[in-house]
């Protein structure tokens, strides 16, 4: 798998979270920053473990704070 449909998949779901379609998402944006809470964050997880068929488990979260770092743990644990 590519960073690059991973972001993407993560950009689409900014976009709805924020209801807008022009919504930039760049790799070092904060996840809070583009607000995304405790309980979106939850929705994108599953969305991506679904989507991707990985497992995200909470240890890794902390970890976890742009968008670049959750892509990198999708493609990562994805191979």
């Not at 979106?40 to 979260?61: K, M, N, Y």
Request: net charge negative.
């Amino acid at each position: 798998m590519e960073q690059q449909q991973v972001h993407e998949l993560v950009e689409d779901f900014v976009r709805r979270l924020n209801d807008t379609s022009d919504t930039e998402v760049p790799p070092t944006a904060q996840l809070t920053e583009l607000g995304i809470d405790s309980l979106s964050l939850v929705d994108l997880l599953f969305t991506l473990e679904r989507t991707f068929e990985v497992s995200i488990p909470d240890d890794a979260l902390p970890g976890i704070s742009t968008v670049a770092d959750l892509t990198d743990y999708v493609v990562a644990t994805s191979r």
